[in-house]
């Protein structure tokens, strides 16, 4: 029996790997980017010059605790274990985030044991029952002295808006440890690819029923009758922005090349607001089993997104959700359609996040293929 052609815009890890499941279920793929690239804003490569290994599009760091996405990404790459750390440079020193036990006792300059160091915080929070902004949850978590040197200043320059206008939920998922353990996450599976990411994506788009078109967009118009299409790219894009732009921030980097070790850490957060961008990444660190005489390093900036820039982080914000909830509705009056990603869904994602919605979507869609029945639009709601 013939299977329905599936059509798929985008090349980043939800298009792969929706693509890589179906086509090995049967189906005829045809995966399209407007790139000239795979791996989508998790693409790495090579520099000519130091052979350093690039984060093009920032640093992204594979963590989870889903023990499934972490054995599937493994079929297409090998993995080395990897411990993330951060550290901010405030005032003229560097602390270590995210803000621990020694971050707290070198600010304070104090040698607090971690209850007295929870008895010291809490002393200096305020006491918020139901923090409703980011500053609020700050303040009930840390104090003003820790928000206003560690998370203030950079949330400005990240988001472009005052942390009063920002909703707690941002806070939440920074913890804050009263140890001295350094691991900027917490979950079992912390490594990076030993190639990058860019090769593991060309390997789950290499299948004799997949067919990649870069630097080719599609629109919607382009998509035959038949076929089911996945859209991972914007979704007010997919509407010709009928509703409005969805809001975003967008990143400008600025790569340099220096001889040895430049920072010693592979990601310096700079908090101060008179320093202009929000972060520096030295790439090489990324890598520590290699070695390399030269070193690349990129400075982060954040802006508003505008009209051909690449979006990044999606705000999310009281505006952005009623324009969201236009097109959401939108989108429920379509058929032959199924938003997945960050872009697609519009909300912020995790890698391992992206592959477990990936893998799901494309079961729920082979379940809905042997059933008779259409795939809703979101398999994950984006509201």
Known sequence: MKKRPVWIAGAGLSGAVIARQLAEAGHPVEVFDSRDHVAGNCYTERDAETGVLVHHYGPHIFHTNDMEVWDYLRRFGTFREYAHRVWTTVGGRVYPLPISLATINQFYGRSLRPAEARDFIAERADPIAAPETFEEQALSMIGRDLYEAFFRGYTEKQWGRSPRE??????????????????????????????????????????????????????????????????????????????????????????????????????????????????????????????????????????????????????????????????????????????????????????????????????????????????????????
């Open 166 to 383: 920002l909703p707690a939920s941002i806070l939440k998922r920074l913890p804050v440890r009263f140890s001295y353990e350094g691991s900027y996450f917490a979950h079992s599976v912390q490594a990076m690819p030993e190639d990058g990411y860019t090769p593991i994506v060309s390997a789950m788009l290499d299948h004799p029923g997949i067919r990649l078109h870069l630097s080719t967009p599609l629109s919607r118009a382009e998509v035959p009758k038949d076929a089911h299409l996945f859209w991972s790219g914007p979704l007010d894009a997919y509407f010709g922005h009928v509703h409005g732009d969805l809001g975003y921030r967008t990143l400008d980097f600025e790569h340099e090349i220096h001889p040895g070790d430049f920072q010693g850490c592979p990601v310096m957060n700079y908090g101060d607001p008179e320093v202009p961008f929000t972060r520096i990444t030295e790439h090489k660190h990324f890598m520590p089993w290699e070695d390399h005489d030269k070193s690349v390093v990129t400075r982060e900036y954040s802006r508003a997104c505008e009209n051909g820039d690449i979006p990044y982080y999606p705000i999310r914000l009281v505006a952005e959700k009623d324009v969201l909830r236009r097109y959401v509705q939108a989108a429920e009056g379509c058929d032959g359609v199924t938003f997945v990603g960050r872009l697609g869904t519009y909300r912020y994602l995790d890698m391992d996040v992206c592959v477990r919605e990936a893998l799901d979507c494309a079961r729920a869609f082979l379940n809905a293929e042997a059933s008779g029945v259409s795939l809703p639009p979101f398999v994950a709601a984006p509201l």
